[in-house]
């Protein structure tokens, strides 16, 4: 029977897994150690009883300032077991939004990654309800209590099964204006997901992930951390920035992403490409050409043995090298937090490797919709997961087809955190949840998204732009890294990009460009020609006036260090505005003369 609770998925899973490796770690010498289930279930026992020296109880929440670690996930399914919330908050996070997020939600204990977290969090303590301070990996600082020292508080471990309807967690909702929104998540809204996703994608205990989205959003904790672990698979922690270097390492069968991820490979592969012989080149198209003859073929029920003889032969010739520099292993993509480009799931997909894409939120635990091995159309993100129902409602829009995504489901949220006003804006009256996200259904039940109402803007001509699917065409040039599209009540589109700085300075060798300084390299006449020329060449999808017209070149990655990116790798639009606003007003006024 499925759990209903985290604190029974975690207790049945060691039971059940007891000898499976569950958390590989990476050594600064390079070796991989791998936690037991077993193991990891003693780890969660004696934290427990740690908490409950602490005094935490059922009700109260336990927070922590991490990025992913195992002690991250022992403090989670610790917390779960006392009847206790789990607060997560990412070490990126700005202090301010820490002070906010633990004060609204009166946490008594906080988890830290380390001391220089802790020293950070220190400046903050006066006025907040912290009583104590647990400090994850190495010494702990004044005020603090370290790991092992915590491990050896209390005696045996309390025994509390949650309720389905008990608050599991709360998670915040890295908003781009005002404070952030603690989602309640109940823990039959969790573990609904989790059931569900067992039920339409059934994984081995072989099966391994390389866990490097944070389990502090939703997406990573349900998808990777929760559901693999009921299922006895394994997980290898890494970074997004040490990914590349981890997966041959790790060997995963899985991969849990989000497109700007899955874009980088594509850009990478590409551009590894464009650097191979004519012939190694024409042979990588003619393997692709193939694979794209086999995805048509399959899409109307049939194929060709000729098509399968060169798929077989590509596919130990190309496409088996490729994911030799993923372990060799990987055989499935799952894609979410955003609409996946058509060209890079074509691409992973003929790797060899399924892409399947999903769509979701916090506030619904998060999945929604995903493709499954049995109903899968690329473009789409599938259809309603069992339990779950969507509708769309065009009144919002007051377009025949494309409306606003309305969810109904177990993994629909217990509400915003002492926000009535708030929950009153995003439920209906029968207990749907609007996202404010656009999309439609098809006649199969495929859903396909279109963009978020809040960023969806009108042209100074009355014509609707959402500008997230222009960025996504625009980031597929090979030159550029990231973008942001603005032209709200203006006469047409423009953008703020961030140039892939190792390729552009390639390309100015080339062409004889001596200057290295990626200031004078912006400015240089030839650069401009060329990215006038990248945008022109993604825009042939784009409708005519939708297409960016002037554009300003930025060195500044965004990232969430500098407050331009959430940290779930979304584009903070304010921010990149309040930022680049003289620029973008300089591209209007330089088009009026």
């Known amino acids: 029977m499925a759990a209903t609770d985290l604190a ?75 009847g206790a919330a789990w607060v997560p908050m990412y070490e990126k996070q700005h202090p301010s939004e820490w002070h906010y997020i633990l004060s609204d939600c009166g946490a008594r204990v906080v988890f830290v990654g380390d001391d220089k977290v802790r020293m950070r969090l220190q400046e903050l303590r006066d006025d907040l309800p912290i009583e104590h ?62 059931n569900a996703l067992n039920e339409v994608f059934p994984l081995e205990e072989s099966d391994r992930s390389a866990s490097f ?11 990777e951390l929760h559901t693999l672990f009921s299922q006895g698979a394994s997980t290898g922690l890494t970074s997004a920035k040490t990914l590349l270097r981890d997966l041959p390492e790790i060997r995963p069968t899985i991969l849990v992403s989000v497109p700007a991820v899955f874009n980088r490979i594509y850009d990478a592969l590409l551009k590894r490409m464009a650097d191979e012989s004519g012939v190694t080149r024409a042979i990588f198209n003619a393997a692709l050409a193939n694979e794209n003859r086999r995805r048509e073929l399959r899409e109307q029920g049939k194929t060709t043995r000729w098509v399968e003889m060169k798929h077989d032969l590509f596919d130990k010739l190309v496409f088996s090298k490729v ?63 069992p339990g779950v129902r969507v509708d769309i409602d065009t009144d919002a829009t007051g377009d025949p087809t494309v409306g606003e995504i309305i969810v109904h489901g177990p993994n629909v ?78 006469p047409f589109n423009v953008a703020v990009i961030v140039p892939d700085a190792e390729a552009l300075r390639k390309w100015a060798d080339a062409e004889g460009i001596t200057t290295h300084d990626m200031g004078e390299l912006l400015e240089h006449p030839k650069v401009r020609e060329l990215f006038e020329e990248e945008i022109r060449k993604a825009s042939t999808n784009i409708k005519g006036y939708e297409r960016v017209k002037r554009f300003v070149l930025v060195s500044e990655e965004f990232t969430p260090e500098n407050g331009l990116l959430t940290p779930s790798l979304k584009v903070k639009r304010r921010s990149v505005l309040a930022t680049y606003g003289d620029d973008i007003e300089r591209l209007y006024e330089d088009a009026m003369h």
Request: hydrophobic share 35%.
């Open 323 to 385: 994911r030799d520099g993923f372990g060799g292993r990987l055989k499935y993509a799952f894609s979410g937090g955003a609409a996946i480009s058509g060209e890079v799931a074509r691409l992973i997909d003929s790797l060899g490797i399924l892409v399947y894409e999903g769509y979701g939120l916090t506030e619904t635990s998060p999945v929604v919709t995903a493709n499954t091995r049995d109903a899968r159309k690329l473009g789409s993100v599938g259809r309603p997961l």
């Open 8 to 82: 029974t998925l975690q207790r049945e899973a060691c039971d059940r897994y007891g000898d499976n490796p569950l958390f590989g770690t990476r050594a600064e010498d390079g070796t991989w150690t791998w936690l037991t289930y077993r193991e990891f279930g003693s780890m969660v026992d004696r934290a427990r009883s740690g908490l409950a020296h602490l005094g935490i109880a059922k009700g109260d929440r336990v927070a922590t300032i991490s990025d992913n670690r195992v002690e991250w996930a022992v403090g989670a399914y610790a917390s779960y077991g006392l």
């Open 213 to 223: 989205l944070p389990w502090a959003h939703s997406f990573g904790q349900t998808v």
């Open 413 to 490: 949220m217990m509400g915003y955190f002492g926000l009535p006003e708030e929950n009153a804006k995003v439920f209906t009256d029968d207990g749907g949840f609007r996202t404010g996200d656009l999309g439609y259904l098809d006649d199969e039940g495929f859903l396909f998204i279109r963009g978020r109402i809040k960023e969806q803007y009108k042209l100074e001509n009355g014509k609707y732009v959402v500008p997230s699917p222009i960025e996504e065409q625009l980031t597929l040039s090979g030159f550029i890294s990231q973008a942001m599209v603005y032209g709200e009540q203006r």
């Open 133 to 194: 301070v647990v400090v994850m990996e190495g010494p702990a600082g004044e005020g603090a209590i370290g790991f092992e020292e915590f491990f050896s508080l209390g005696g045996p471990p309390p025994d509390l099964v949650p309720g389905p309807d008990d608050l599991a967690g709360l998670i915040y909702t890295s908003g781009t204006t005002g404070n952030p929104k603690g989602v309640m998540l109940s823990h039959g809204n969790i573990t609904s997901n989790v």
